[in-house]
């Protein structure tokens, strides 16, 4: 089961320094999703992280820079349409950089079950409700989640509102793993224990399912 976990929007020190720490605890995907990053600001940032991280870096954007990195992976988004040169770029890394894997986002469904692209996995959302409400969100209910996940084709990470407490139910559910973002990002006392608690609930649904 994976953990992944997506960037904060914005470029700080302190970040740098909290993903090198989930590195250092076992992190095997982090996800860089920089939209208003320059060209010199996305190198710069890369630069930033230690060489031997570089292969657990997926890029969601400035993708012929995964050809100069020598990163894991590129992120397609759930939109169907690219920039021109987003495209280009895109294609330039595929091209390039052979081992590179591809994954992508959907938001819905019916784009996961039509779409029959190869990828190493795909996130889908938003799974489960931010508002703590209820588990599932308003989106899918957990039959229908059920069903598509055990005809899937496709390796389906769980994201959206994805917390230590819900895991479980996402492997149980049939997802193969889980994308964190806010529930790292919003936390201001200590990051690197909710990273740590985070991981060890991958590791315990892991073994529930074996």
Not at 23 to 29: A, H, K, Q, S, T
Not at 73 to 90: A, D, Y
Request: charged fraction near 25%; proline fraction near 1%.
């Amino acid at each position: 089961m994976k953990l992944i976990v997506i960037s904060s929007p914005n470029k700080s020190n302190s970040e740098l320094k909290h993903i090198i720490n989930f590195f250092e605890n076992g992190l095997e995907i982090f996800h860089i999703k920089k939209k208003g990053f320059t060209n010199a600001k996305m190198i710069e940032f890369i630069n930033s992280i230690p060489r031997k991280y570089h292969e657990r870096l997926v890029l969601h954007s400035h993708y012929h820079l995964a050809v100069k990195f020598s990163v894991r992976g590129i992120h397609k988004g759930s939109k169907r349409k690219f920039k021109f040169f987003s495209v280009i770029k895109f294609y330039y890394a595929r091209f390039f950089g052979r081992s590179l894997r591809v994954s992508k986002s959907f938001n819905s469904i019916q784009s996961l079950t039509s779409d029959k692209g190869k990828y190493d996995y795909v996130l889908l959302s938003p799974i489960f409700d931010r508002h703590d409400m209820q588990e599932f969100s308003a989106a899918y209910s957990e039959k229908q989640l059920r069903n598509v996940l055990f005809k899937c084709q496709h390796n389906v990470i769980a994201f959206g509102g994805v917390k230590e407490s819900r895991v479980n139910l996402a492997r149980r559910t049939g997802f193969d793993g889980v994308a964190v973002h806010s529930d790292i990002w919003r936390e201001k006392q200590n990051r690197l224990a909710k990273f740590i608690g985070l991981i060890n609930a991958v590791k315990e649904a892991e073994k529930n399912i074996n």
